[in-house]
């Protein structure tokens, strides 16, 4: 099983990024798939959930309206598109996966337990 992150970098206050999880070894329609962001200085938090099979996707509320999560199950790869991003979305972000198969996204916001298999994270810097 292996998640890899790509297409962070820095960009300026109002733009835009879209990030990627490319997976393998594992049936991506078959599990929930979430992003999660450290800043420096703080704790891991969960700021979306596409969930397995529907595709229901769900937000922290620090990103609701300016985030979309989407997945691909063709590609294997789950994006992440952020817009009108703010200095304080700077963070290392990461894509995880649910433990367990068929199963939706908890409380993926308040707690990164139920996920597992991290990728090295793509760092995304918001700054004039």
């Known amino acids: 099983v292996q998640l890899v992150e790509s297409g962070g970098g820095l960009v300026q206050p109002g733009g835009s990024l879209k990030l990627s999880c490319a997976t393998s070894?594992?049936?991506?329609?078959?599990?929930?798939i979430a992003w999660f962001r450290q800043a420096p200085g703080k704790e891991r938090e969960g700021i979306s959930c596409?969930?397995?099979?529907?595709?229901?996707?769900y937000y922290a509320d620090s990103v609701k309206d300016r985030f979309t999560i989407s997945r691909d199950n063709a590609k294997n790869t789950v994006y992440l598109q952020m817009n009108n991003l703010k200095p304080e979305d700077t963070a290392v972000y990461y894509c995880?996966?649910?433990?367990?198969?068929?199963?939706?996204?908890?409380?993926?916001?308040?707690?990164?337990?139920?996920?597992?298999?991290w990728g090295q994270g793509t760092q995304v810097t918001v700054s004039s």
């Open positions: 070894g594992f049936t991506l329609n078959y599990y929930s």
């Open positions: 596409s969930k397995a099979v529907d595709g229901t996707t």
């Open positions: 995880a996966k649910r433990y367990t198969s068929l199963s939706g996204c908890g409380t993926f916001s308040d707690t990164e337990r139920d996920f597992g298999s």
